[in-house]
């Protein structure tokens, strides 16, 4: 730290402040919790707001990503040495191992973190969050923890999101004249390790509390009016894309290494 140039040593300094700060917002929301009544009402809602309503675009994304991991395999393994059916192998492994939850769980932390960063800003720039502590209520409890156990229901999305993908690849493939039926059937179940499913659900099942957790610290804690709301959300994206990347190798080393 010493021989860091001021300016760096400075921002690294933020950074480690963010962190512990972040850690300290997860601590506090499971602290006074709200009645079961009312947070069963808002889990409720969240689930529809950041979970059902999303799986249009995941739906629509994971069929495109399938195809067009088909059809660039297809075209890189036109050796007529190599079985046909590798491109069904491929397809699989990369939509299951990294497609559909990673990928589509940076496009969630667009769609989803922004909508959880800009709605909470917007209750900090309204002093709404100061009126819910004013009540006595935990306002991160209130805000935040539907939110997580909400994204706890993510995974279902994304297993969506593997069965499109790869019924997408098949439909390019086979009524692309790629490859028959036979062969992408056959490819799907290639040397199939049942454990890339479960490594795909745990990686899943982290992305979601960082989808939830990461753009809620950057709206609870925001300071400024309307304009800083959409600062905080372009914010909230770029670091929980970072954290997601980061999560990302760290897990595949531990789970696959």
Not at 158 to 168: E, K, L, P, Q, T
Not at 222 to 237: I, N
């Amino acid at each position: 730290m010493l021989f860091l140039p001021e300016e760096v040593n400075f921002c690294f300094m933020n950074y480690l402040a963010q962190i512990g700060s972040y850690f300290l917002m997860l601590r506090e929301v499971f602290k006074k919790p709200t009645k079961w009544r009312i947070m069963k009402t808002l889990i409720l809602k969240e689930i529809d707001e950041l979970v059902y309503s999303s799986l249009g675009i995941i739906i629509f994304i994971s069929f495109f990503i399938g195809a067009v991991v088909t059809i660039q395999t297809a075209l890189n393994l036109n050796n007529p040495l190599i079985p046909k059916n590798l491109i069904a192998f491929a397809t699989r492994q990369s939509v299951i191992l990294e497609f559909a939850p990673t990928f589509v769980s940076i496009i969630m932390a667009g769609k989803v973190g922004s909508y959880i960063t800009s709605s909470i800003g917007t209750m900090r720039v309204t002093e709404q969050i100061d009126a819910l502590e004013v009540m006595g209520v935990n306002a991160l409890n209130y805000l935040v923890f539907p939110k997580i156990i909400a994204m706890l229901f993510y995974p279902f999305a994304i297993a969506i999101a593997m069965y499109v993908g790869i019924f997408g690849g098949w439909l390019a493939g086979v009524f692309g004249g790629f490859l028959t039926n036979a062969d992408f059937v056959t490819g799907l179940t290639l040397d199939f390790i049942p454990f890339h499913i479960a490594y795909a659900f745990i990686k899943t099942l982290l992305f979601a509390i960082v989808i939830a957790t990461v753009p809620a610290f950057h709206g609870f804690y925001m300071k400024g009016g309307a304009l800083e709301v959409g600062k905080a959300s372009t914010t909230a994206f770029v670091w929980t894309s970072v954290v997601i990347i980061i999560l990302n190798y760290i897990l595949t080393q531990l789970l696959l290494g």
